[in-house]
């Protein structure tokens, strides 16, 4: 049998989030579902965008990203708009998770080229299977 890992289609992942009770969440989806992908984390926008082009850039490189909308310094919509424009950057998925479910929100979210979207709260099983889906 196929562990998780040799499944999966993403092997490294970036959540930026801020707030830390969602960060917590995620992580324990990931413990929960047993997902072995390695796990980033980045405050805002901004705080990736610095990580991702650095000298220091995440290692492993993310093959997906996990978007909260609502930050400070640079929210999901802006870090959306400035990924497109970095070649580097626009070869990752992007899946935003926000607490709006406006169809106005999903679909600036896709036409900035997010792969999916995702309503938060992040704190049920249902978040851990829709997780599941992104990560399988």
Do not use: C, W
């Not at 196929?2 to 960060?23: F, G, N, Q, R």
Request: proline share 4%.
């Amino acid at each position: 049998m196929l562990t998780i890992s040799k499944m999966a289609k993403y092997h490294s992942v970036l959540l930026i989030e801020d707030d830390e009770v969602d960060v917590l969440n995620v992580k324990r989806a990931f413990r929960k579902k047993g997902f072995s992908q390695h796990l980033h984390l980045a405050e805002n926008g901004l705080d990736a965008a610095e990580k991702l082009a650095g000298d220091n850039a995440f290692e492993p490189y993310p093959d997906l990203i996990l978007l909260d909308l609502n930050m400070p310094k640079m929210g999901g919509f802006e870090f959306l708009r400035m990924r497109e424009e970095n070649p580097r950057l626009a070869d990752i998925d992007v899946y935003v998770m926000s607490s709006s479910a406006a169809e106005s929100d999903i679909k600036m979210a896709q036409d900035l080229g997010a792969k999916g979207y995702v309503v938060k709260p992040l704190y049920t099983d249902r978040f851990a299977d829709e997780l599941e889906k992104i990560l399988l």
